[in-house]
């Protein structure tokens, strides 16, 4: 089985700061890793994934993640927030061959601030 | 292309009635889940299926929830009788398969009194 901790429920930010909001993870096999973003009254949406290949992945609205398999790592970051990245970030991971069954983290809640 | 469809948006009930929630996947998807999200938590998988069969139900608690995706498209997941600790969104997805994103419906708000 597998598990996910975000360490932060809330990350307070100043809007053009940059951030980073952590996860990681616990598994016995190999995983593939997503960060997806839920808006007020909204369902989830797709920010990046991680399945093989560079550990450093770009994705939408100019967040990026980097897995660290060592330390069982996946922090999301953006070199510079905007107002309109207010909400609940969610770190989930899946088993590798496992049907893509994700499991959550509890999420992050990002507020920023102008 | 159009989104997963998911009604109603809201509902209220009393507990020990039932409820019905509805999906609409995007058009190919042949995979569907159904999760439940609590207040401040992320999202729990209940049940997947592939087509019309079944993938993973085990965090499905089958003594008041049921689910069933009739000619592997549309979706229905049922709670009867409802318990206060049912109050939730519910969150349709659909996907083409492993290894491929999962797309989220918006979700049903679900409120037990």
């Known amino acids: 089985a597998q598990s996910v901790t975000q360490l932060d429920s809330q990350v307070p930010v100043f809007e053009e700061a940059p951030v980073e909001l952590r996860c990681n993870y616990s598994s016995s096999v190999s995983v593939y890793l997503f960060w997806y973003v839920q808006y007020p009254n909204q369902g989830l949406q797709l920010l990046l994934k991680y399945l093989s290949g560079s550990t450093l992945v770009k994705g939408i609205n100019g967040f990026e993640a980097e897995f660290n398999k060592s330390q069982t790592s996946f922090h999301l970051r953006k070199p510079s927030v905007h107002i309109s990245d207010t909400a609940e970030y969610f770190c989930a991971v899946s088993a590798v061959n496992a049907g893509n069954m994700l499991t959550f983290g509890g999420g992050t809640r990002l507020m920023v601030k102008p | 292309e159009a989104g997963v469809a998911q009604s109603p948006r809201y509902k209220i009930i009393e507990k020990r009635q039932s409820v019905a929630f509805w999906c609409n996947p995007i058009?190919?998807?042949?995979?569907l889940y159904w999760y439940q999200q609590i207040l401040g938590q992320g999202p729990k998988l209940l049940i997947q299926f592939q087509n019309n069969g079944v993938v993973d139900d085990s965090q499905l608690p089958k003594d008041r929830f049921s689910a069933e995706r009739l000619k592997g498209v549309d979706s229905t997941l049922k709670i009867q009788p409802a318990k206060l600790e049912d109050s939730a969104v519910y969150l349709c997805?659909?996907?083409?398969?492993?290894?491929?994103?999962?797309?989220f419906g918006d979700g049903t708000r679900l409120s037990i009194l």
């Open positions: 997805a659909s996907g083409t398969g492993p290894n491929q994103p999962q797309h």
């Open positions: 058009s190919g998807h042949a995979t």
